[in-house]
Nanobody, 114 residues
């Protein structure tokens, strides 16, 4: 199983980006789908999570600005980011936890300029 993350890029502060995470095959036994980010020199941090039932959660740092969603038919998880700030600059990773295994995408770089 491969997770392909895409959609990163350079954006000005206040702008928006939508990240996508496509899975190579349909996964069963999903417990949660998450997005993480890791800024240079810092630890990886969680920024969004969604359950198979559609319940979403976010840390306070991105709540109200980020929105996670999924498209079952396209086997894709999205992260819509708005009102981006320079502090959002990081490599963003998607993660899918199943009852058997945890899968990670390769990361996509988001750079927010001031």
């Amino acid at each position: 199983v491969q997770l392909q993350a895409s959609g990163g890029g350079l954006v000005q502060a206040g702008g928006s980006l939508r990240l996508s995470c496509a899975t190579s095959e349909r996964l069963i036994g999903i417990k949660a789908m998450r997005w993480y980010r890791q800024a240079a020199g810092e630890e990886r941090e969680w920024v969004a999570a969604i359950t198979p039932g559609g319940e979403a959660n976010y840390p306070e740092s991105v709540k109200g600005r980020f929105n996670i969603s999924r498209d079952r038919a396209k086997k894709t998880v999205y992260l819509q980011m708005s009102s981006l700030e320079p502090g959002d600059t990081a490599v963003y990773y998607c993660n899918i936890d199943t009852v058997c295994q945890s899968y990670w995408g390769q990361g996509t770089l988001v750079t927010v300029s001031s």
